[in-house]
Protein backbone atom coordinates (compact mmCIF):
# COMPACT_ATOMS: atom_id res chain seq x y z
CA UNK A 1 0.00 0.00 0.00
CA UNK A 2 2.90 2.49 0.44
CA UNK A 3 4.24 1.55 -2.27
CA UNK A 4 0.85 2.24 -4.65
CA UNK A 5 0.74 5.79 -2.18
CA UNK A 6 3.43 6.82 -3.61
CA UNK A 7 3.22 5.94 -7.25
CA UNK A 8 -0.30 7.62 -7.12
CA UNK A 9 0.71 11.42 -8.23
CA UNK A 10 3.56 9.97 -10.98
CA UNK A 11 0.45 8.14 -12.63
CA UNK A 12 -1.91 10.85 -12.11
CA UNK A 13 1.30 12.84 -13.95
CA UNK A 14 0.78 9.90 -16.74
CA UNK A 15 -2.82 10.28 -16.79
CA UNK A 16 -2.79 14.16 -17.49
CA UNK A 17 0.11 13.81 -19.95
CA UNK A 18 -2.36 11.17 -21.94
CA UNK A 19 -4.80 13.34 -21.92
CA UNK A 20 -3.75 16.34 -23.89
CA UNK A 21 -1.25 14.99 -25.58
CA UNK A 22 -2.50 12.43 -27.68
CA UNK A 23 -5.45 14.77 -29.03
CA UNK A 24 -2.67 17.39 -29.56
CA UNK A 25 -0.51 14.46 -31.85
CA UNK A 26 -3.65 13.99 -33.94
CA UNK A 27 -2.99 17.47 -34.71
CA UNK A 28 0.91 17.09 -35.55
CA UNK A 29 0.59 13.66 -37.53
CA UNK A 30 -2.02 15.21 -39.74
CA UNK A 31 0.76 18.55 -39.62
CA UNK A 32 3.17 16.55 -40.65
CA UNK A 33 5.59 18.26 -38.25
CA UNK A 34 6.13 15.20 -36.18
CA UNK A 35 9.47 16.56 -34.35
CA UNK A 36 8.22 19.86 -33.23
CA UNK A 37 7.32 18.21 -29.56
CA UNK A 38 11.15 17.66 -29.85
CA UNK A 39 11.80 21.20 -30.87
CA UNK A 40 9.70 22.94 -28.96
CA UNK A 41 10.55 20.74 -25.70
CA UNK A 42 14.33 21.58 -26.37
CA UNK A 43 13.42 25.42 -26.41
CA UNK A 44 11.55 25.08 -23.35
CA UNK A 45 14.75 23.66 -22.24
CA UNK A 46 16.94 25.47 -23.07
CA UNK A 47 15.12 28.36 -21.30
CA UNK A 48 14.75 26.52 -18.26
CA UNK A 49 18.80 26.41 -18.79
CA UNK A 50 19.19 29.87 -18.67
CA UNK A 51 17.04 30.56 -16.16
CA UNK A 52 19.22 28.47 -14.09
CA UNK A 53 22.56 30.13 -15.20
CA UNK A 54 20.35 33.68 -13.71
CA UNK A 55 20.33 31.79 -10.38
CA UNK A 56 16.76 31.36 -10.91
CA UNK A 57 15.26 28.39 -8.71
CA UNK A 58 14.62 25.57 -11.63
CA UNK A 59 11.59 24.34 -9.56
CA UNK A 60 9.93 27.86 -9.40
CA UNK A 61 7.87 29.79 -11.29
CA UNK A 62 10.47 32.40 -12.23
CA UNK A 63 11.91 29.56 -14.27
CA UNK A 64 8.93 28.51 -15.93
CA UNK A 65 8.12 31.99 -17.51
CA UNK A 66 11.51 32.36 -18.71
CA UNK A 67 11.27 28.75 -20.35
CA UNK A 68 7.48 29.75 -21.44
CA UNK A 69 9.09 33.15 -23.10
CA UNK A 70 10.90 30.92 -25.08
CA UNK A 71 8.36 28.56 -26.05
CA UNK A 72 6.67 31.31 -27.18
CA UNK A 73 9.44 32.98 -29.53
CA UNK A 74 9.61 29.03 -31.05
CA UNK A 75 6.04 29.38 -31.98
CA UNK A 76 6.85 32.36 -33.74
CA UNK A 77 8.72 31.52 -35.73
CA UNK A 78 6.99 27.93 -36.70
CA UNK A 79 3.81 30.03 -37.28
CA UNK A 80 5.90 32.06 -39.37
CA UNK A 81 7.91 29.21 -41.35
CA UNK A 82 5.30 27.39 -42.84
CA UNK A 83 5.94 28.21 -46.36
CA UNK A 84 3.49 27.74 -49.91
CA UNK A 85 6.86 26.84 -51.53
CA UNK A 86 6.37 23.05 -51.27
CA UNK A 87 10.30 22.32 -51.93
CA UNK A 88 10.80 24.36 -48.11
CA UNK A 89 8.83 21.89 -46.33
CA UNK A 90 8.36 23.71 -42.24
CA UNK A 91 9.94 20.41 -41.10
CA UNK A 92 13.28 21.65 -42.27
CA UNK A 93 12.76 24.85 -40.30
CA UNK A 94 11.65 22.63 -36.65
CA UNK A 95 14.93 20.17 -37.03
CA UNK A 96 16.88 23.25 -37.56
CA UNK A 97 15.16 24.89 -34.32
CA UNK A 98 16.03 21.34 -32.98
CA UNK A 99 19.35 21.24 -33.36
CA UNK A 100 20.46 25.11 -32.43
CA UNK A 101 18.08 24.88 -29.10
CA UNK A 102 19.99 21.55 -28.26
CA UNK A 103 23.28 23.42 -29.01
CA UNK A 104 22.79 25.96 -27.22
CA UNK A 105 21.69 24.39 -24.15
CA UNK A 106 24.99 22.42 -24.47
CA UNK A 107 26.63 25.35 -24.52
CA UNK A 108 24.73 26.89 -21.88
CA UNK A 109 25.55 24.07 -19.79
CA UNK A 110 29.26 23.99 -19.69
CA UNK A 111 29.18 26.82 -17.55
CA UNK A 112 27.09 24.89 -15.27
CA UNK A 113 28.74 22.63 -12.08
CA UNK A 114 25.91 20.26 -12.41
CA UNK A 115 25.75 19.86 -16.55
CA UNK A 116 25.70 15.88 -16.93
CA UNK A 117 22.76 15.97 -13.82
CA UNK A 118 21.09 18.95 -15.76
CA UNK A 119 21.17 17.13 -19.10
CA UNK A 120 19.39 14.08 -17.37
CA UNK A 121 16.46 16.12 -16.41
CA UNK A 122 16.04 17.98 -19.41
CA UNK A 123 16.34 14.20 -21.21
CA UNK A 124 13.72 12.22 -19.04
CA UNK A 125 13.04 14.22 -15.85
CA UNK A 126 12.16 12.92 -12.78
CA UNK A 127 8.39 12.36 -12.61
CA UNK A 128 8.92 10.04 -9.34
CA UNK A 129 9.18 13.27 -7.91
CA UNK A 130 6.11 15.17 -9.04
CA UNK A 131 4.15 16.31 -6.10
CA UNK A 132 -0.16 16.59 -5.79
CA UNK A 133 0.44 20.17 -5.75
CA UNK A 134 2.12 19.93 -9.62
CA UNK A 135 -0.25 17.54 -10.48
CA UNK A 136 -3.26 19.63 -9.51
CA UNK A 137 -1.88 22.67 -11.23
CA UNK A 138 -1.17 20.90 -14.27
CA UNK A 139 -4.38 19.29 -14.85
CA UNK A 140 -6.25 22.82 -14.26
CA UNK A 141 -3.62 24.46 -16.91
CA UNK A 142 -4.47 21.71 -19.54
CA UNK A 143 -7.88 22.02 -18.61
CA UNK A 144 -8.10 25.30 -19.70
CA UNK A 145 -6.28 24.72 -22.96
CA UNK A 146 -8.75 21.22 -23.52
CA UNK A 147 -11.53 24.11 -23.56
CA UNK A 148 -9.90 26.23 -25.67
CA UNK A 149 -8.83 23.62 -28.40
CA UNK A 150 -12.61 22.85 -27.86
CA UNK A 151 -14.31 25.68 -28.70
CA UNK A 152 -12.46 26.16 -31.68
CA UNK A 153 -11.70 22.41 -32.40
CA UNK A 154 -13.46 22.59 -36.17
CA UNK A 155 -10.87 25.60 -37.08
CA UNK A 156 -8.48 23.99 -35.46
CA UNK A 157 -9.00 20.40 -37.41
CA UNK A 158 -9.77 21.96 -40.54
CA UNK A 159 -6.27 24.01 -40.74
CA UNK A 160 -4.32 20.25 -39.61
CA UNK A 161 -6.28 18.42 -42.56
CA UNK A 162 -7.04 20.70 -45.16
CA UNK A 163 -5.19 24.15 -45.13
CA UNK A 164 -6.33 25.23 -48.48
CA UNK A 165 -9.86 24.81 -47.89
CA UNK A 166 -9.49 27.16 -44.25
CA UNK A 167 -7.63 29.67 -46.74
CA UNK A 168 -10.50 29.27 -49.06
CA UNK A 169 -12.69 30.27 -46.26
CA UNK A 170 -10.35 33.29 -45.52
CA UNK A 171 -9.23 31.65 -41.97
CA UNK A 172 -6.16 33.50 -41.40
CA UNK A 173 -3.62 30.37 -41.18
CA UNK A 174 -0.78 32.18 -39.64
CA UNK A 175 -2.32 33.56 -36.93
CA UNK A 176 -4.06 30.30 -35.80
CA UNK A 177 -1.36 28.34 -36.55
CA UNK A 178 0.49 31.01 -34.01
CA UNK A 179 -2.41 30.37 -31.50
CA UNK A 180 -2.04 26.57 -32.12
CA UNK A 181 1.43 26.57 -31.06
CA UNK A 182 1.71 28.99 -28.49
CA UNK A 183 -1.20 26.63 -26.57
CA UNK A 184 1.07 23.72 -27.19
CA UNK A 185 3.67 26.12 -26.13
CA UNK A 186 2.08 25.94 -22.66
CA UNK A 187 1.49 22.33 -22.69
CA UNK A 188 5.31 21.56 -23.43
CA UNK A 189 7.09 23.80 -21.10
CA UNK A 190 4.80 22.41 -17.96
CA UNK A 191 5.08 18.68 -19.65
CA UNK A 192 9.05 18.87 -19.69
CA UNK A 193 8.99 20.15 -16.29
CA UNK A 194 8.01 17.03 -15.21
CA UNK A 195 8.85 14.22 -17.50
CA UNK A 196 11.61 15.47 -19.70
CA UNK A 197 12.21 15.87 -23.53
CA UNK A 198 11.65 12.00 -24.86
CA UNK A 199 8.71 11.08 -22.60
CA UNK A 200 6.88 14.53 -24.30
CA UNK A 201 7.87 13.18 -27.62
CA UNK A 202 6.64 9.67 -26.54
CA UNK A 203 3.12 11.09 -25.12
CA UNK A 204 2.08 12.70 -27.97
CA UNK A 205 3.58 10.98 -31.39
CA UNK A 206 2.99 7.17 -30.09
CA UNK A 207 -0.46 7.21 -29.19
CA UNK A 208 -1.36 8.99 -32.29
CA UNK A 209 0.27 6.77 -34.63
CA UNK A 210 -0.57 3.19 -32.64
CA UNK A 211 -4.42 4.68 -33.05
CA UNK A 212 -3.57 5.49 -36.84
CA UNK A 213 -2.79 1.82 -37.36
CA UNK A 214 -6.65 0.79 -36.62
CA UNK A 215 -8.45 3.90 -37.43
CA UNK A 216 -9.32 6.52 -39.87
CA UNK A 217 -11.63 8.77 -37.98
CA UNK A 218 -10.49 11.30 -34.92
CA UNK A 219 -12.82 10.18 -32.66
CA UNK A 220 -11.43 6.00 -32.49
CA UNK A 221 -8.45 7.66 -33.07
CA UNK A 222 -8.16 9.55 -30.07
CA UNK A 223 -10.09 6.96 -27.85
CA UNK A 224 -7.42 4.46 -28.89
CA UNK A 225 -4.66 6.66 -28.15
CA UNK A 226 -6.12 7.40 -24.75
CA UNK A 227 -6.32 3.87 -24.06
CA UNK A 228 -3.09 3.01 -24.83
CA UNK A 229 -1.72 5.76 -23.32
CA UNK A 230 -3.43 4.98 -20.20
CA UNK A 231 -2.13 1.27 -20.10
CA UNK A 232 1.39 1.93 -20.97
CA UNK A 233 1.40 4.72 -17.93
CA UNK A 234 0.48 1.65 -15.84
CA UNK A 235 2.91 -0.60 -17.35
CA UNK A 236 5.99 1.61 -17.62
CA UNK A 237 5.44 2.82 -13.76
CA UNK A 238 4.66 -1.00 -12.64
CA UNK A 239 8.09 -2.00 -14.36
CA UNK A 240 9.88 0.85 -13.19
CA UNK A 241 9.12 -0.26 -10.08
CA UNK A 242 9.73 -4.13 -10.30
CA UNK A 243 12.91 -3.33 -12.18
CA UNK A 244 14.38 -0.57 -10.09
CA UNK A 245 15.19 1.71 -13.05
CA UNK A 246 14.60 5.18 -14.28
CA UNK A 247 10.84 5.96 -15.10
CA UNK A 248 11.15 7.75 -17.41
CA UNK A 249 13.36 5.87 -19.68
CA UNK A 250 11.18 2.42 -18.85
CA UNK A 251 7.87 4.41 -19.50
CA UNK A 252 9.51 5.30 -23.51
CA UNK A 253 11.05 2.05 -23.92
CA UNK A 254 8.00 0.27 -23.17
CA UNK A 255 5.80 3.10 -25.63
CA UNK A 256 8.26 1.31 -28.11
CA UNK A 257 7.63 -2.25 -27.58
CA UNK A 258 3.84 -1.72 -27.09
CA UNK A 259 3.87 0.26 -30.39
CA UNK A 260 5.72 -2.65 -31.87
CA UNK A 261 3.41 -5.08 -30.62
CA UNK A 262 0.51 -3.21 -32.28
CA UNK A 263 2.08 -3.18 -35.33
CA UNK A 264 2.30 -6.69 -35.42
CA UNK A 265 -1.47 -7.43 -34.67
CA UNK A 266 -2.40 -4.36 -37.38
CA UNK A 267 -0.01 -6.48 -39.68
CA UNK A 268 -1.58 -9.78 -39.11
CA UNK A 269 -4.96 -8.34 -39.37
CA UNK A 270 -4.52 -6.56 -42.28
CA UNK A 271 -2.85 -9.06 -44.45
CA UNK A 272 -5.31 -11.54 -43.15
CA UNK A 273 -8.19 -9.87 -44.69
CA UNK A 274 -6.12 -8.81 -48.12
CA UNK A 275 -5.42 -13.01 -48.44
CA UNK A 276 -9.49 -13.45 -47.50
CA UNK A 277 -10.17 -10.98 -50.30
CA UNK A 278 -7.61 -11.97 -52.57
CA UNK A 279 -8.96 -15.86 -52.29
CA UNK A 280 -12.86 -13.94 -52.76
CA UNK A 281 -11.85 -12.46 -55.83
CA UNK A 282 -9.73 -15.29 -57.11
CA UNK A 283 -13.31 -17.47 -56.63
CA UNK A 284 -15.67 -15.48 -58.31
CA UNK A 285 -13.26 -15.01 -61.09
CA UNK A 286 -12.92 -18.81 -61.73
CA UNK A 287 -16.76 -19.25 -61.20
CA UNK A 288 -17.04 -16.54 -64.12
CA UNK A 289 -14.46 -18.26 -65.79
CA UNK A 290 -16.63 -21.33 -65.49
CA UNK A 291 -19.80 -19.60 -66.46
CA UNK A 292 -18.07 -17.93 -70.24
CA UNK A 293 -16.89 -21.95 -70.85
CA UNK A 294 -20.75 -22.70 -70.32
Not at 166 to 180: K, P, T, V
Not at 186 to 195: D, K, L, N, Y
Not at 200 to 211: D, E, K, M, Q, T
Not at 250 to 255: A, D, W
Request: with cysteine; aromatic share 12%; proline share 3%.
Amino acid sequence: MEILQFLLPTFAACLILTGIHAYLGVHVVERGVIFVDLALAQIAALGATVAILEGIDPHGMSAYFFSLAFTFLGALIFSVARSKRKHIPQEAFIGIAYAVASAAAILAMSKSTSETEHLKDMLVGNIMAVSWEKVGWTALLYGVIGLFHYIFRRRFLLISMNPQEAAAQGISIRLWDFLFYASFGFVVTSSVAIAGVLMVFCYLIVPSVGAMLFADRIGPRLAIGWTMGTLVSALGVYLSVKMDTPPGATIVCTFGAVLVAMFLVHLMVYHGHEAENGRELKGAGARAYEGEKE
